[in-house]
């Protein structure tokens, strides 16, 4: 299926992004993990995704996450991601550095649900 056919490009950057931070990778064993260094990883995409998704639907004037989803979803639901975000802040110690950003997220989702 060719996504450029039935998305626009600004929906597939955005899954794009989420798919690169919630894909499971299967890494070597003898590869040491650093867990940490992942998850830091998977927040700054998720935020320029969240940061995409929030101008989009600002700009489209979309309103729910349902709406978003069922004209732009191809791999993961909006909500679900968003809140993946907000725990990897919170597992992570984070809250205090993102308390700004977690208050955007809040506010998107209290208005979208």
């Given at each position: 299926?060719?996504y450029n056919n039935i998305f626009d490009r600004e929906s597939i950057d955005i899954d794009k992004?989420?798919?690169?931070?919630?894909?499971?990778?299967?890494?070597?064993?003898?590869?040491?993990?650093?867990r940490f260094e992942e998850e830091m990883i998977?927040?700054?995409?998720?935020?320029?995704?969240?940061?995409?998704?929030?101008?989009?639907?600002?700009?489209?004037?979309?309103?729910?996450?349902?709406?978003?989803?069922?004209?732009?979803?191809?791999?993961?639901?909006?909500?679900?991601?968003?809140?993946?975000?907000?725990?990897?802040?919170?597992?992570?110690?984070?809250?205090?550095?993102?308390?700004?950003?977690?208050?955007?997220?809040?506010?998107?989702?209290?208005?979208?649900?």
């Amino acid at each position: 299926m060719l996504y450029n056919n039935i998305f626009d490009r600004e929906s597939i950057d955005i899954d794009k992004l989420v798919y690169l931070a919630l894909h499971y990778r299967a890494i070597p064993i003898w590869i040491k993990r650093d867990r940490f260094e992942e998850e830091m990883i998977m927040i700054s995409y998720l935020i320029e995704a969240y940061e995409m998704f929030s101008s989009k639907c600002e700009k489209e004037g979309i309103s729910s996450f349902n709406e978003y989803d069922s004209k732009y979803k191809i791999h993961y639901r909006s909500k679900e991601w968003i809140k993946k975000l907000e725990e990897l802040i919170d597992e992570n110690g984070l809250e205090y550095e993102y308390e700004e950003f977690l208050k955007k997220i809040n506010k998107t989702i209290s208005k979208f649900s």
